[in-house]
C-alpha cells in the first residue's frame, strides 16, 4: 500500500505529464483538421491520448475515483483509430466531437 505522500508524489507527476499531453493534443487536432490526411499527426494525437487515458485512470485510481476522465480520453482514442484505419471520414463532425471531448477533459481536470 502507497503512503499518502508518495501517492501524492505519482498524481502529481501524472497530473504535469497529462497537462502536457493536453495541450500538445490541442494543437494537433487543430492541425489535424487543416491537414486531415497527415498521418504524422494522426500518429502523435494516438500518442497523446494513449498517455492521458493511463495517467488519468492512474489518478482517478490513486484518488479512489471512477475513471470518468480515462473513459473519454478513451472514445477519443477509439475516434482517431478509426480515423487512422480509415473507418470514419475526416468531417467537421468528427473534428467537433474530438474537441468537446478534450474540453470537457480540460475542464473536469485542470479545475
Do not use: W, Y
Amino acid at each position: 500500500m502507497l503512503s499518502e505522500e508518495k501517492k501524492q508524489h505519482l498524481q502529481d507527476k501524472f497530473k504535469a505529464e497529462t497537462i502536457r499531453q493536453l495541450i500538445t493534443l490541442r494543437q494537433n487536432l487543430l492541425k489535424l483538421e487543416q491537414a486531415p490526411d497527415d498521418k504524422v499527426m494522426l500518429e502523435a494525437m494516438l500518442f497523446s491520448c494513449h498517455t492521458i487515458k493511463g495517467n488519468l485512470g492512474m489518478m482517478q485510481m490513486l484518488a479512489g475515483e471512477t475513471p470518468k476522465l480515462a473513459e473519454i480520453a478513451s472514445v477519443m482514442e477509439q475516434l482517431l483509430i478509426r480515423l487512422q484505419h480509415d473507418q470514419i471520414l475526416p468531417v467537421a463532425e468528427l473534428f467537433s466531437r474530438l474537441e468537446q471531448n478534450l474540453s470537457l477533459i480540460e475542464t473536469e481536470f485542470i479545475i
